[in-house]
């Protein structure tokens, strides 16, 4: 008999896989792409972080069982690799950190703290001492104009300003297509990584009120160290088929500056800014019946 | 760290490569080398290889932390999937009498 499949930590995986077109299955239990001529392509979803399922694929029942058992999220993304919908159990089943993680965005001063460190490690210098998250918030915004003033002209492209119309995917000048894409890559790993972590994607500090805020608080974060410069020189190349292209970039960025195994440490450093005690468990709870397994993967994957 | 397996190589060509690699298994070579050494040892594999197939597969530093080069008829063929190399399998069926009618058709 074979050993139990069990997820592996998300800083020993590849990023990301976009599958274009092809029917997901399981065969001989390995995940296999297999197009209209038969063609099968092995995916090693156990070793990916994110699986992006375009529009021209369909999953098997087998499929999604072989990728939540590894501990693979499957997003289904739309024109352009902009999500839709996710899928899968890669993580996110820790009662402790859930409660952690909304203990720190229900205190307003906890917020403030766990905010002005994202400040700092995204600007790499502290924010302005007395100011809301309102205020914080404004800051950044005007920052993160400049800085994309700043890259596009660096790259020699020209810049509006950041927009999209994300029901119709071609309504954009390619600079924002390309930032679509690398963003939507970034977004993809984060919501892997902040599910493996065992925390919640839709609590966030800075962002709220979408079910992915806390994804967009800690991409923020690298955003403008990977995405936004990958974005932007491929833009200035005018390429032929942009999203591909930034892929493969994305890919380079992602692995030049270590994304992978900084994502979760990341989190936890913005958390513990907030300055509170992670939460005991109640001493009247009862224990699990059957004690949890040792497993190798990050805190929150189902084991 | 590399690897080169071959199938249906000429006894010749699994001596040669025995000199600097050690062969785990029928066929397949393992060593540690660098980019020169490599491409000398794959030049000696496509001198040698004939009518059978070869694989080589490096560490590197790409996202994957390795790369892998092919040589000869194989029925498993590299996969570009936006800049992560995967290797797809071809059927045995249609695809395969098609290749084999090509020429003759002709």
Known sequence: ?303 | MLVIVVENAPPRLRGRLAVWLLEVRAGVYVGKYGKKVREMLWRQVQEGIEHGNAVLAWATNTESGFDFETLGQNRRIPADMDGLRLVSFLPDGPKRKEEDAGPNAT
């Open chain 1, 1 to 303: 008999m074979l050993p139990p499949l069990k997820p592996i930590p998300v800083k020993d995986r590849v990023s990301v896989v976009f599958v274009e077109k092809g029917q997901l299955d399981v065969l001989d239990g390995a995940f296999v792409v297999v197009d209209k001529h038969g063609v099968r392509t092995h995916i090693p979803v156990g070793g990916v972080a994110c699986l992006m399922l375009e529009i021209g694929t369909r999953v098997s029942h087998a499929a999604v069982v072989l990728a939540a058992r590894v501990g693979c999220l499957l997003v289904w993304v739309g024109e352009g690799g902009v999500r839709l919908y996710s899928a899968g159990q890669p993580g996110g089943a820790r009662a402790d950190r859930l409660l952690y993680q909304a203990s720190l965005a229900l205190d307003d001063a906890a917020r403030l703290k766990a905010v002005r460190k994202m400040y700092a490690l995204r600007f790499k210098e502290e924010p302005p001492a007395r100011r809301s998250v309102e205020q914080l918030r404004g800051i950044e915004g005007a920052r993160v104009r400049k800085m994309y003033e700043l890259i596009a002209r660096q790259h020699r492209v020209e810049w509006k300003w950041r927009n999209y119309d994300h029901t119709e995917w071609g309504s954009g000048d390619v600079p924002n297509r390309c930032l679509s894409a690398a963003t939507a890559c970034l977004y993809g790993v984060t919501e892997a990584a902040i599910l493996a972590a065992g925390y919640a994607p839709a609590v966030g500090f800075i962002h709220t009120g979408k079910p992915q805020s806390f994804v967009y608080d800690i991409a923020d974060i690298f955003k403008f160290e990977t995405v936004v410069p990958v974005a932007f020189r491929i833009a200035a190349t005018q390429p032929q088929a942009p999203e591909r292209a930034v892929r493969i970039a994305c890919r380079d960025a992602f692995r030049q500056t270590k994304l992978l195994a900084r994502i979760i440490p990341t989190i936890e450093q913005v958390l513990a800014a907030g300055d509170l005690p992670v939460p005991k468990p109640p001493e009247e709870s009862v224990a699990p019946a059957i004690p949890n397994k040792e497993q190798l993967g990050d805190a929150g994957h189902r084991g």
